[in-house]
Each structure stands twice: as C-alpha cells, then as structure tokens.
C-alpha cells in the first residue's frame, strides 16, 4: 500500500481479476486493515486511471480477514467501469472503503432468505457465508449469460434459487414468487434484499405483508461516496412519522425497508 501524496488517497493491489460474464468482472483487492473492518452490505469507492475524477461506486462481495483481502464484482456500463475492467493482478487500484452503512446482522443459526437482482447479487454473498445453510439466496437475472455467482452461493451451504426473465436458466419469472413461497415453508428472521428499485419496493411489501423485518440496500447514483455532495439524496421517514431525506453513500447503502418511502 502506497500514499497518494497529491489526492491523499490510497491505492491497493490488485490481487486478481477474473471476467465472468460478457459484461461482468471479479476483482480482489489486497487491503489488510480494510478487510479487518469491512462489514457486509458496504461498499468501496473506486477512482479509475486516465484522467477520470469521479470515483465508481461497488459493492463489496467477499471480506477475507485471514486473506486480507475484498472481492468486488462489477459490471462494464461506461468508460470507467471499462478501465477498470482492464487492471490486472499486480496493479494497483485507487480505493476509498470501506464506506457506508451495512446490514446488521442475525443470530447465525437465524433463517434468513437473501434476494439480489442482477448486480445486486453481489453483496449477499458474505450474508450467505454468514448463514451458510441458514441461508435461502434467490437471485433474479435477465437471462442464463448474465447470471452470476451461483457456485460461490451454492458453496456456503445455502438453498439457491435461480430466476431469469427469460427462462433460460432456473425458474421463469420474476424473484417474488420463490420469496412468497419460501416465506410460506418456514417464516424467516430476516429478508435482505439488493437490486432494482421495482424488486426492492415488491420484496418490501412481501415482507410488510408477513410481518418479517427487511433490510434493502439501495442503488443511487454517487457523486462523492461520503455524504459531502447530494447526489444519492433517498426519501426516507423519520422516527415522528415526516419524511426525510438522507444520503444513500452515508446513511445506507442498507436501510430498514420501513424507512424508504417507495
């Protein structure tokens, strides 16, 4: 690890990258003391090399403590995502992280059912190996090429359920039909969710239906990263019953479904 004398900033390296979709990449980030504080649900804040001044906002995927290291997984959707794509193992990345708010955790023998929309997969990874086979992980994609990280989640121990648009892979359809059912096998402790604002709001409003307590991580875009700008500015209710709005970067990623005005 080095220090950026300019930015202030620090830079890490990079471990591993590994491309696992079309569009998809994996990235392992060598990072000791950020591991050793790293929660799930947070996120690292990446600066892309060649002149770009916005960082990129990723959620963290794996925390190995013993490893030192953070997994993150991203998709290409711009220029700064595609430089990214091309480090490799023995670069090093500009990382702010870990940053945000995560999830709070159950006991770990509690059931939990685990919900990620297409890039929202990611960060219930290390709920899963929290929970191992406590766990239920529904994962929602377009089709069979864009699913990802079904071995990893089937390694933990946990009950994976797969669901594409299309049907081309796993079940037909959207998330909240596997998520009703599983609610009706066994009700869980907890519903963590992370994914499109439509399969937040239905994953929500299952949850407040059934009465279970629902943890969502939500997806805004970020300026800053750290609660200075108000580019991810979310409508949340206040403990009086107002409406507030807070930072998605600060006060989240991961809220209480009951706060989030949908």
Known sequence: MKQDK???????????????????WSMVIGCPEIAQKAQPGQFVDLLP????????????????????????????????????????????????????????????????ILVGGGIGTPPMLPLAQYSGKNAVVISGFRNADAAILQEDFAKTGAKTVLCTDDGSAGRSGLVTLPLEEEI???????????????????????????????????????????????????RTRDKNGGEQFLHVCKNGPVFDAEEVVW
């Open 184 to 234: 009706q096998a066994e009700t869980p402790a907890l519903i963590c969710a992370c994914g499109p604002m439509p399969m937040l709001r239905a994953t929500a409003a299952l949850a407040k239906q059934y009465g279970i307590p629902c943890q969502v991580s939500l997806e805004e875009r970020m300026g800053c990263g750290i609660g200075a700008c108000l580019v991810c500015a979310c």
């Open 49 to 112: 090399e060649g002149g770009f001044t916005l960082r990129r906002p990723i959620s963290i995927c794996e925390i190995d403590k013993a490893a030192g290291t953070l997994r993150i997984v991203f998709e290409v959707r711009g220029k700064g995502t595609k430089a990214l794509s091309e480090l490799r193992a023995g670069d090093t990345v500009n990382m702010l992280a870990p940053l945000g708010h995560g999830f709070t955790l159950p006991e770990k023998d509690a059931r939990v």
């Open 6 to 24: 300019y930015t202030e900033k620090l830079t890490y390296p990079v471990r591993g990258m590994t491309q696992l979709t079309a569009a998809a």
